[in-house]
């Protein structure tokens, strides 16, 4: 099992790959806004923090009360120690899958499909249309506000993918295939380009996020030697 510095460590590079719009930092705490779409980019990454959870928990609620969101939590090994505790004394409840962070050093791979280092409309309705979200300027801030190297992958029609460079680590998100389009090899054929396109970039290392009940997507990454490093859930306000 890993230690709660080595999830941390983790965790702070999914960060880097997944920035909310709107972001605002808590005594070592991350809270951030997308107008709901998507868990990570509506939550707090808890990992640091020296002052007592109770308060930043006070503040947090109203955060997220003023957006209209309920206050939602990342929850790993590395949360502030007491965070847990406190949050289920006031009713919060776990909410959607629990979700794997799955690593591997990067194999080689070769790239079949052309990259683009922006989404274009289409990319992004096929992504968002997977998810049932409708404000593509959020979604498109979503895909694009990370500090690192970026580049999307598509299939017309089909498929689509994202990858993000930071440093050493190489993050896969935001795979979709459109179900008319599955078990034709376009996930393989997307990830394929986008490790090939990290190696290119100097990435040794790939890092994903996965639901733990997602049986065919992990077994597509472990063919290329993903597996879990540690697992995260959400604590959600009553």
């Given at each position: 099992?890993?230690?709660?510095?080595?999830?941390?460590?983790?965790?702070?590079?999914?960060?880097?790959?997944w920035v909310a719009p709107e972001v605002q930092e808590l005594d070592g705490w991350r809270l951030r806004f997308a107008h709901g779409m998507t868990g990570r980019a509506n939550s707090v990454l808890p990992n640091a923090g020296a002052r007592g959870v109770d308060e930043k928990i006070e503040h947090v609620e109203a955060w997220y009360a003023s957006r209209d969101l309920p206050a939602r939590y990342q929850m790993t090994l590395a949360a502030q120690p007491?965070?847990?505790?406190?949050?289920?004394?006031?009713?919060?409840?776990?909410?959607?899958?629990?979700?794997?962070?799955?690593?591997?050093?990067?194999?080689?791979?070769?790239?079949?499909?052309?990259?683009?280092?922006?989404?274009?409309?289409?990319?992004?309705?096929?992504?968002?249309?997977?998810?049932?979200?409708?404000?593509?300027?959020?979604?498109?801030?979503?895909?694009?506000?990370?500090?690192?190297?970026?580049?999307?992958?598509?299939?017309?029609?089909?498929?689509?993918?994202?990858?993000?460079?930071?440093?050493?680590?190489?993050?896969?998100?935001?795979?979709?295939?459109?179900?008319?389009?599955?078990?034709?090899?376009?996930?393989?054929?997307?990830?394929?380009?986008?490790?090939?396109?990290?190696?290119?970039?100097?990435?040794?290392?790939?890092?994903?996020?996965?639901?733990?009940?997602?049986?065919?997507?992990?077994?597509?990454?472990?063919?290329?030697?993903?597996?879990?490093?540690?697992?995260?859930?959400?604590?959600?306000?009553?």
């Amino acid at each position: 099992m890993p230690s709660a510095a080595e999830v941390a460590e983790l965790e702070a590079v999914g960060a880097d790959l997944w920035v909310a719009p709107e972001v605002q930092e808590l005594d070592g705490w991350r809270l951030r806004f997308a107008h709901g779409m998507t868990g990570r980019a509506n939550s707090v990454l808890p990992n640091a923090g020296a002052r007592g959870v109770d308060e930043k928990i006070e503040h947090v609620e109203a955060w997220y009360a003023s957006r209209d969101l309920p206050a939602r939590y990342q929850m790993t090994l590395a949360a502030q120690p007491g965070l847990e505790a406190a949050l289920l004394a006031r009713g919060y409840e776990q909410r959607g899958d629990t979700v794997g962070i799955e690593i591997a050093t990067l194999p080689e791979t070769t790239a079949s499909l052309d990259l683009a280092s922006e989404p274009d409309e289409e990319w992004i309705e096929l992504w968002a249309g997977s998810r049932s979200f409708d404000r593509l300027d959020v979604a498109h801030a979503l895909l694009t506000g990370s500090p690192g190297e970026t580049a999307f992958a598509r299939i017309d029609g089909a498929a689509v993918g994202r990858a993000v460079a930071v440093g050493r680590w190489l993050g896969i998100t935001s795979m979709a295939t459109l179900p008319a389009a599955r078990r034709r090899g376009c996930a393989r054929a997307i990830v394929e380009s986008l490790i090939a396109w990290g190696r290119a970039r100097a990435c040794t290392h790939g890092l994903l996020q996965v639901e733990t009940t997602n049986e065919p997507a992990r077994a597509l990454y472990a063919g290329y030697g993903f597996a879990k490093h540690h697992e995260y859930r959400y604590l959600v306000a009553p």
